[in-house]
């Protein structure tokens, strides 16, 4: 059997600044997730790891480096990632960053929101494990874009099942969460220089001009609870109910 790529690479024409993905059925009848790249492709797994390995046993490798900071702390020691725990998740990193980006392509949001979910917790277990400061910095940079598409990708979950105000309302809590970051990082007037944040504001006005939505739901419960209207919220927190 061949083992070369030609006949596949060139049924798949490469689109530069395209993020080209595709879900296909493998031989044994398993679904799994492909990349197509300037050489070549990546094939993914659609659950637990991209590449298919349990490491050590455990769905993945942030899940057994949990497991090794619950023993330290049961010992009474303090957990550090060493060097070779440090290029393991890495490796994980990078795997859940281009199926993230695949099932965002192939319009799967709520599997783009699960990746970015498990990308930002083990953000926070290599900001709180880090041998260093240097280390934990290189993550801490990309945390803004991985919320954009949690944010990117819940938003279109909402639109998908037609809930524009949802939508805008998804759009706004990941905004506010950037905003945090920022702030915590000592950079909020870098903020509104950052062109995800700038394109998540564009897709939310967008949204408002389309669907003619001057104030959701949401931002009037919080205005009345802003203006002490208890009553009012107490309404609109109940037309919330009924819609979701």
């Not at 061949?2 to 879900?23: F, M, N």
């Not at 990546?42 to 991209?50: A, D, M, N, S, V």
């Not at 349990?54 to 480096?65: A, N, S």
């Not at 809930?163 to 945090?180: C, T």
Request: aromatic content about 8%; charged content about 30%; hydrophobic content about 35%.
């Amino acid at each position: 059997m061949s083992r070369d790529l030609d006949t596949i690479l060139k049924d798949w024409e490469l689109k530069p600044g395209t993020i080209q993905a595709r879900l296909v059925q493998a031989r044994d009848g398993r679904q799994v997730l492909q990349l197509r790249l300037d050489l070549g492709l990546l094939q993914l797994e659609t659950t637990g790891r991209p590449d298919g390995v349990r490491p050590h046993g455990f769905e993945t490798y942030y899940d057994y480096l949990k497991q090794q900071a619950l023993q330290a702390k049961r010992s009474g020691g303090a957990f550090q990632l060493s060097e070779e725990q440090c290029f393991e998740a890495d490796r994980e990193f990078i795997q859940f960053y281009h199926r993230r980006i695949s099932w965002l392509a192939v319009h799967q949001f709520q599997r783009a929101i699960e990746d970015a979910d498990h990308t930002l917790a083990f953000m926070d277990f290599v900001r709180d494990h880090a041998a260093n400061e240097e280390y934990s910095q290189l993550h801490e940079r990309y945390r803004a874009f991985v919320m954009f598409h949690r944010t990117q990708a819940a938003a279109a979950r909402a639109i998908e099942n037609k809930d524009p105000e949802g939508a805008i309302d998804e759009i706004r809590s990941g905004l506010q969460k950037i905003k945090e970051y920022y702030a915590a990082s000592g950079v909020e007037e870098q903020l509104e220089e950052d062109a995800l944040v700038q394109q998540l504001r564009q897709m939310e006005q967008s949204l408002r001009q389309s669907h003619s939505i001057a104030e959701t739901l949401r931002e009037q419960l919080d205005r009345a609870v802003a203006n002490e209207e208890y009553e009012i919220a107490a309404r609109i927190r109940d037309q919330l109910r009924r819609r979701q």
